[in-house]
């Protein structure tokens, strides 16, 4: 059974950083393209950022582009979000998902290409 849990949400403020943690279980996670996405109140869910199965190769929306940092522990069934320079714009609810399959990386930005999203950890960012 996949499971996918983030943790490190909170409240802070502009310009802070944080950093977002996603645990992954049942299945063979160093071999799939993990990813980060998120969803502000009366919007649609946004790609923030995804990275390949080996860590060497990282996409990011455009929005978070310079600010955000996505990382992994193959190790440990880890991936990591690192924020910084937060904007109130940010803040949203944020979700890793992982395929079901191994698909071609450079589609990772779209929605379809996850079968399976944590539960969500928001982040609030107060101007």
């Known amino acids: 059974q996949v499971q996918l849990v983030e943790s490190g949400g909170g409240l802070v403020q502009a310009g802070d950083s944080l950093r977002l943690s996603c645990s992954a279980s049942?299945?063979?996670?160093?071999?799939?393209?993990l990813g980060w996405f998120r969803q502000a109140p009366g919007k649609e869910r946004e790609f923030v950022a995804s990275s390949g199965w080996d860590g060497d190769n990282a996409y990011y929306g455009d929005a978070v582009m310079g600010r955000f940092t996505v990382s992994r522990d193959n190790a440990k069934n880890m991936v990591y979000l690192q924020m910084k320079n937060l904007k109130s714009e940010d803040t949203a609810v944020y979700y890793c998902a992982a395929p079901r399959l191994a698909r071609v990386f450079s589609r990772s930005s779209s929605l379809s290409f996850y079968d399976f999203w944590g539960q969500g950890t928001q982040v609030t960012v107060s101007p």
């Open positions: 049942g299945f063979a996670f160093n071999t799939y393209t």
